[in-house]
């Protein structure tokens, strides 16, 4: 609200979320290869430098290494995490209904938030995304992408999408 201070859909362009959010798939991804799960998906955490055109992610203090036995399930859950409380952000102006709020946020109050989040388009979000930006964002929160690199992949489509219509 500050960067936008309440015009988010005006002053930050969906290909621009869309860069960002690859970016951080990309991040996402070499954590999990690495067995770190990162979890606190808040938009706080992520830092735009414009000069750069890069993500920096920042504070990883509820982030933990995982076991072998469940990380693949584990690292979607990470995943279904950055996409309701981070990706919606994004994309929408707003986390994905339901999803753990922002604040001072538990271990356990992410690890007990739900497994999937049914989708709700506003008018704005309409005007704003695209359906196939929508699909993919829906399917997002309700969990259908497993791994970074799966989700990253349908972002960058998006993305090109979007730059070839520019």
């Known amino acids: 609200a500050g960067y936008t201070r ?5 002053t930050y362009p969906v290909s621009d979320a869309l860069q960002a959010a690859i970016q951080i798939c990309n991040i996402l991804q070499q954590a999990h290869a690495k067995n770190i799960i990162y979890l606190d998906h808040k938009i706080l955490h992520y830092y735009w430098n414009q000069p ?14 995982v076991a072998n036995g469940n990380s693949q399930e584990v690292f ?3 995943i279904l995490q950055f996409s309701a409380r981070a990706l919606h952000h994004l994309l929408t102006g707003r986390q994905a209904p339901g999803s753990v709020k922002v604040g001072p946020n538990k271990p356990e109050d992410i690890q007990n938030a739900p497994e999937k989040y049914e989708p709700v388009w506003t008018y704005d979000d309409q005007k704003r995304l695209t359906p ?14 497993q791994t970074a ?8 489509s998006l993305y090109n999408q979007r730059q070839s219509l520019a």
């Not at 309440?6 to 005006?10: A, P, Q, S, V, Y």
């Open 52 to 65: 750069r055109q890069q993500v920096f992610v920042l504070d990883w203090n509820i982030g933990r290494t």
């Open 6 to 10: 309440g015009e988010f859909h005006r």
């Open 149 to 156: 690199e799966e989700l990253s992949d349908q972002l960058q």
């Open 76 to 78: 979607a859950f990470d």
């Open 132 to 145: 196939d930006e929508m699909d993919v964002l829906g399917k997002a929160i309700q969990g259908h992408y």
